[in-house]
């Protein structure tokens, strides 16, 4: 907790022991599961959400993201009040992919990503293949957090699925901002998450939260890949109200996976 605030990180990418090449950490640390959780404890997460990835670039079958959604899984078994898991999907698997929806909401699972299809075989996320899927997490009232998609992309997403409640990733440098602005007007079940590069650049929050509201953003660190406290102080910083600070900060999240602490 920082300055009376519940602070839930919606974008991190935890390490499983037990999983290679799961760890994205350019500088070799943390690497391990304990040392993660205990950074993002020491810098102000007081929870956590986020898939455990690796680069499958050319996958034969659905085989390695199957084995990264158990890995997410099984941490969340392991650290139940402070990690939710991120389930993995992928659209040239679709009866793969319904089916691990199907398991892990049985679960208590609600969250699908981060999704990085440049990582994952395939790039767009709005072909009958991913809408199909798409569709089914729809219905199970989940929410999908995307890797910075396509204006174009993400437009047509939408469209197909306007009741598809999703949380893309990274507002990026200002033109992109401006463009991604626009689209969060356009569509109401649209959100953006801050992780990543653009909330270092002083008033890009406070633009957002003017512009679609402090309703569609959501707090992400990147973690380990990103720092986490300039993501937080980035926003404690900001000229924005204390009431937008929490709904950033968790109460977005909380809405939106139905999972609140």
């Known amino acids: ?18 999983l290679a090449n799961s760890k994205f ?18 810098y102000g997460m007081d929870f956590c959400v986020g898939s455990v990835i690796r680069s499958t670039k050319e996958p034969v079958d659905f085989t390695p993201f199957a084995e990264t959604n158990a890995a997410g899984f099984e941490l969340e078994e392991k650290y ?4 939710q898991t991120g389930i993995r999907i992928n659209p040239l698997f679709v009866k793969d992919s ?40 729809r219905d199970m009232g989940m929410t999908v957090n995307i890797h910075s998609p396509g204006t174009e992309d993400l437009d047509r997403l939408m469209k197909n699925l306007p009741d598809l409640k ?3 990733a990274h507002p990026g440098e200002r033109a ?9 007007k356009k569509h ?39 720092n986490i406290s300039m993501q937080v102080y980035g926003v404690l910083s900001e000229k924005i109200s204390e009431e937008a600070k929490a709904a950033i900060f968790s109460g977005n999240y909380d809405r939106l996976s139905g999972r609140s602490r």
């Open 1 to 18: 907790m920082i300055e009376g605030f519940r602070i839930v990180d919606a974008h991190c990418h935890p390490i499983n022991d037990n």
């Open 25 to 42: 950490n350019a500088y070799g640390s943390p690497d391990n599961a304990v040392d993660f959780f205990a950074d993002m404890r020491a």
């Open 80 to 83: 139940p009040d402070f990690y």
């Open 98 to 137: 319904i089916a691990e929806l199907e398991k892990y909401h049985k679960k208590g699972v609600t969250w699908i990503g981060e999704l990085v299809p440049y990582m994952s075989g395939y790039t767009s996320i709005s072909t009958p293949e991913i809408l199909e899927i798409f569709g089914v997490a």
């Open 166 to 168: 999703v949380v893309a």
């Open 176 to 184: 992109a901002v401006l463009e991604r602005t626009e689209l969060m």
């Open 188 to 226: 109401k079940n649209l959100h953006w998450d801050i992780s990543g590069t653009g909330l270092f650049r002083w008033g890009m929050l406070r633009y957002l939260v003017e512009q679609c509201g402090a309703e569609k953003l959501l707090f992400g660190t990147d973690f380990p890949i990103c």
